[in-house]
């Protein structure tokens, strides 16, 4: 199975069901289309992010896609703002499949010209981890070593 790595807090708040939606300058490519993905939680310091993303509801807004429960990401992003550690890195958090990519501008989302992300990847059929699997990641899309069941689904 395939698996990708995405930046903290991102990749909890798509293990929760809050972010359906992951933001790239490129389409998907064809191949992992409909195919299950291991979601694993990178290892760059949330901090930031996390700060940023309260601070800025339009990029709150923006990052987690059209339908996300944006009450609910920010419950979840000012309990980690005082206690980052409690965001998993280095570790796999669930799985998904990746649905047909749509440019961000036929959503209905307004793209400065010259500006990523323009591509809107659907994370579709979540099944979240009762626990992170700790596990070293990869940029792009890169093979997930490890036994599903192994992983606990929940």
Same mark, same amino acid.
């Given at each position: 199975m395939k698996a990708l790595t995405i930046w903290q807090p991102w990749a909890s708040l798509i293990a929760m069901g809050i972010k359906t939606v992951e933001w790239r300058g490129w389409p998907a490519p064809r191949w992992v289309v409909? +195919?299950?993905l291991?979601?694993?939680a990178g290892?760059?310091?949330p901090r930031g992010h996390v700060r940023d993303l309260?601070?800025?509801e339009a990029r709150l807004r923006g990052s987690l896609g059209?339908?996300?429960d944006i009450a609910k990401a920010r419950e979840a992003?000012? +309990?980690w703002s005082g206690r980052p550690f409690l965001l998993p890195r280095g570790a796999g958090l669930c799985t998904v499949v990746l649905g047909q990519p749509k440019r961000a501008d036929l959503l209905g989302f307004t793209v400065p010209a010259g500006s990523a992300p323009n591509f809107a990847w659907p994370l579709e059929e979540l099944v979240a981890w009762d626990e992170p699997v700790?596990?070293?990641g990869a940029q792009g899309f890169w093979n997930w070593p490890l036994p599903l069941d192994g992983a606990r689904p929940a």
């Open positions: 409909g +195919q299950r291991v979601i694993h290892m760059t310091d309260l601070v800025s059209p339908q996300a992003l000012q +309990q700790d596990c070293r």
